[in-house]
């Protein structure tokens, strides 16, 4: 099962250096093949989620190896269904690497399969930890659009449609990972008063993840209120990403609390 999983970081390793060497040298048989070795990757690590999902006998997502996995995940998906649906191709050179961070990450972490914590049993297992991975996913997502909108109008090469659409691409990426990350705060709420007789215990996890609920609360009232678009708000957007790897990782790295197994 190991084998799998570092078949799809290879894999994931190989897709992203024949990307930065097709955009750099404009050789669209190289972007072709990052892509289809990309997809192969993806597929490799689907195994990988079902396989263990199989083996642990529940969701893959209890400790900071299976989220960082699923997280990795997550931005690959969305990557590729972007590109299939809206032909998105020129994300790929931003997002492809982000989601072999996150992958290289979770080959840091323990990888052993352990039984679920008497905390972590509950219904509200799948809703809350997997609407957390794809609140995540998306919000790098806007991130890396962001990026290459940055990238885009430094090097003057993108004309207003194509900006305009980035722009769009970013907003909606942020209010789908906003209304994910609400589902998780509400239902962590509850099942925190379920497990521990309290909605909200000022938890480290809890603070930063309200604290990331705000930044991009303020992302949405700029943009829908104040009606900021540009270059002011991607660099918000690229901005507000370290805060997501923070309240994923840097939380459980640096602070104790009651999610320190998560």
């Known amino acids: 099962m190991k084998a799998l999983f ?9 897709a992203v250096i024949l990307e930065f060497t097709g955009t750099a040298f404009k050789k669209d048989k190289l972007l072709k093949g990052a892509w289809y070795v990309f997809l192969a990757a993806f597929a490799v690590h689907t195994v990988f989620l ?4 199989i083996v642990a006998k529940r969701l893959p997502l209890s400790n900071q190896f299976e989220f960082a996995n699923a997280f990795a995940w997550g931005v690959a998906l969305m990557l590729i269904v972007m590109r299939r649906k809206l032909r998105t191709d020129w994300l790929s050179v931003v997002a492809m690497p982000a989601a072999l961070l996150v992958m290289t990450y979770a080959a840091l972490q323990p990888m052993e399969i352990r039984d679920l914590m008497p905390a972590l049993r509950s219904a509200w ?12 996913a998306a919000f790098v997502i ?11 109008v430094r090097k003057g ?5 194509a900006l305009d659409q980035m722009d769009y691409l970013s907003y909606r990426m942020v209010a789908f990972g906003f209304l994910f ?7 962590g709420a509850i099942w925190a008063e379920q497990a521990w007789s309290a909605f909200w215990t000022w938890d480290p996890k809890e603070v930063w993840a309200l604290i990331t609920w705000i930044i991009y609360a303020v992302y949405l009232h700029l943009r829908l209120r104040s009606r900021r678009k540009g270059t002011f708000m991607a660099w918000y957007l690229v901005i507000a990403v370290p805060v997501v790897f ?3 990782a840097g939380v459980n790295t ?9």
Do not use: E, P
Request: glycine share 12%.
């Open 50 to 53: 079902v396989v263990r999902g």
């Open 246 to 248: 923070f309240t994923f």
């Open 157 to 161: 090469n993108a004309d207003k449609k």
């Open 125 to 136: 297992f799948g809703v809350h930890i997997g609407s957390a991975v794809l609140s995540y």
């Open 6 to 14: 570092f078949i799809a970081l290879v894999l994931y390793g190989v």
């Open 181 to 187: 990350l609400t589902v998780v705060i509400l239902s």
């Open 142 to 152: 806007a991130g890396c659009i962001a990026l290459r909108y940055l990238l885009a």
């Open 254 to 262: 640096f602070m104790h609390g009651l999610h320190t197994y998560g």
